[in-house]
């Protein structure tokens, strides 16, 4: 038990160590990691250019499968619409290495096992954002565009700006990609004893409160059903979040002490 504790202890004393940087210091690590991160979202645009047509033709279709027509009214739409859609692939091929830099960044304030994780939480980080991508992709997108296409009648015509069209694509995709973070979140928040399983479970009803306020503001149409297709997998990750918050929160020193 007296090895335990004396890991434990030099773990606290390396880390304390090694997280002792001046405040310029962790600017220019922040500078370091932003300038990687770019470097590899302008690697993946420059990979994803090389299928940004195909791209482009798939995305128009997709926005368009209920019916209407994608519009530019400028000359340089077209030209734009096709950028767009090569720098949100470029951006979507480069989050893996995105989470990497930022979990460089955070690394220096955590214990020398909690480091160890770097492996598990840039995979788990990554397949929750390509998760939350799927599910607005695939099931909350073409849901809104039914309900959006759903008003055209012999007089009116569903005719949105290719820009428009595209703005609303991307809001969608990136914030059910950050919503479905929430985990990770929460492991943060539990291994810094900010929050726990308890007090997640005990404030249930208010999060769904607060999850449905979210989606009323976030999505685009008024209508329950598309409000509760953005809530139900926030619910959902927050249920995921309290076991996450069981297994890893913080221990309170009463409970070390007995285990000593």
């Known amino acids: 038990m ?3 504790q004396d890991d434990e202890t030099s773990e606290e004393v390396e880390t304390e160590g ?11 690590e922040l500078r370091k990691r932003i300038i990687y991160s770019v470097y590899a979202i302008l690697a993946g645009c420059a990979l994803s250019f090389f299928f940004a047509e195909k791209l482009t033709l798939y995305l128009q279709r997709y926005l ?7 519009i530019y009214t400028e000359f340089t739409g077209g030209f734009f619409f096709y950028f767009k859609v090569g720098a949100l692939a470029g951006l979507l091929l480069a989050t893996p290495v995105v989470l990497w830099q930022f979990w460089m960044f955070i690394a220096p304030g955590l214990y020398q096992k909690e480091k160890r994780v770097v492996v598990p939480f840039v995979a788990s980080a990554t397949t929750l954002f390509a998760s ?17 296409s759903s008003f055209e009648n012999a007089y009116i015509d569903m005719r949105p700006n290719a820009d428009e069209a595209f703005s609303f ?14 985990p990770i979140l929460v492991y943060f928040l539990a291994r810094f004893g900010i929050v726990t399983a308890g007090f997640m479970w005990k404030h249930f009803r208010y999060a769904i409160l607060i999850i449905f306020i979210i989606a009323a503001i976030a999505t685009p149409s008024s209508d329950p059903v598309n409000q509760t297709i953005f809530a139900a997998p926030m619910i959902v990750l927050y249920l995921i ?6 297994v890893f929160q913080k221990k309170k020193k009463d ?5 000593a």
Do not use: C, W
Request: proline share 2%; no cysteine; hydrophobic share 50%.
């Open 2 to 4: 007296n090895d335990e």
């Open 18 to 28: 090694s997280s002792r940087m001046s405040f310029l210091d962790h600017l220019e």
């Open 64 to 70: 368009t499968a209920n019916g209407g027509k994608l």
């Open 132 to 148: 939350g991508v799927a599910f607005a992709h695939f099931v909350a997108i073409p849901s809104m565009l039914k309900f959006f």
């Open 169 to 182: 694509y991307v809001l969608m995709v990136l914030a059910f990609g950050a919503v479905f973070q929430m």
């Open 241 to 246: 979040s309290i076991g996450v918050a069981k």
């Open 255 to 259: 409970d070390d002490d007995e285990d």
